[in-house]
């Protein structure tokens, strides 16, 4: 079924996911959040070589709807050239399946969402759509109870509420929204609604201890919206409108965590004996040539 509806993509997705910056990570939840806005990251790809390969196979398969097959045939290649070898969920066929699912679904699901995202809060579009509506995708095999409680769910475009259940809502999770004009209200007999109050699932993580709260219903580290950070073409806002977002996201922190996050990488690199005394070009030069960050 996902074949099927991401077969056909669309400029926003496709410029979402270029615009992501190719990071290496060990875990999967080196990256949380929004954060994965503006980061492409494979859980245990740590040389750039091979990000940059896994991530070209990515966008292929968004541009030009390669099958969850044709990905994992690609996947199988650019393992074997990079001599990449530990990596989860190797050494098994089902292992390996599950992998390069994940992989290509979560990748696909979360660029769609975002370009859907970015269409849906183009100001023209609001102008004549201000209301979003929750849709639960009654395909799923094994559907989340809260997902189907939250179908039909009409909120204004600007409530909270989209900010942590923007689908997808967690690993393999195909709900979607999509935008109602007030005449669509009236003509579908619809209402507006009041977003239940569900509660949170806490959760420890095992290797920290560290506890973290997510709404009840989302997978760790999706409780939030797919492209929201993703800055919009702010040069199509009147000012104050692009004033407000950017003012959002100084809010919201967004701006401080890339930059404590590149601070860190920073630092990291300078105790590298081999970037050892260099600063600034110099140092930048000398990591995109070690491959450690694309070129």
């Known amino acids: 079924m996902i074949s099927a509806v991401f077969n056909q993509p669309f ?8 615009q992501k910056v190719s990071l290496p990570t060990q875990r999967w939840d080196d990256i949380q959040r929004a954060a994965h806005d503006r980061a492409f990251v494979i859980a245990g790809a740590m040389k750039a070589d091979l990000i940059t ?5 990515i966008e292929k398969a968004i541009a030009q709807g390669t099958t969850l097959d044709e990905f994992r045939r690609d996947f199988k290649n650019i393992v074997q050239k990079h001599g990449w070898t530990g990596w989860k ?5 089902a292992g390996e399946a599950w992998r390069t699912k994940v992989i290509w679904e979560t ?52 409530h909270p509420w989209f900010k942590t259940h923007w689908p997808p809502n967690g690993w393999g999770c195909h709900c979607k929204v999509r935008a109602l004009s007030a005449r669509d209200i009236e003509r579908l007999n619809l209402s507006i609604s009041t977003p239940p109050d569900d509660g949170f699932d806490e959760h420890i993580d095992a290797k920290t201890g560290a506890v973290t ?17 993703w800055a919009p073409a702010l040069e199509k806002y009147p000012e104050a409108l692009a004033r407000q977002v950017v003012n959002e996201y100084a809010r919201d922190g967004v701006f401080e965590r890339w930059y404590h996050k590149l601070e860190a990488m920073v630092e990291n690199w300078k105790q590298d004996p081999r970037f050892s005394g260099l600063k600034s070009d110099k140092l930048v030069v000398a990591v995109r040539e070690a491959n450690e960050i694309p070129r």
Do not use: C
Not at 89 to 93: A, H, P, Q, S, V
Not at 109 to 138: C, I, K, N, V
Not at 213 to 229: E, F, K, M
């Open 89 to 93: 969920g190797e050494g098994t066929k």
């Open 107 to 158: 990748n696909l699901l979360t660029s769609h969402a975002a370009g859907r995202y970015a269409q849906m809060t183009d100001p023209e579009l609001l102008a004549t759509r201000p209301y979003w509506q929750y849709r639960h995708a009654d395909y799923v095999a094994r559907p989340r109870p809260l997902h189907v409680s939250w179908h039909g769910l009409v909120l204004p475009a600007n």
């Open 53 to 57: 390969d896994l991530r070209g196979a």
């Open 213 to 229: 709260q997510t709404p009840a219903g989302i997978d760790r580290g999706w409780d939030y919206a797919p492209g929201r950070t």
């Open 11 to 18: 400029e926003e997705q496709l410029a979402f996911f270029k």
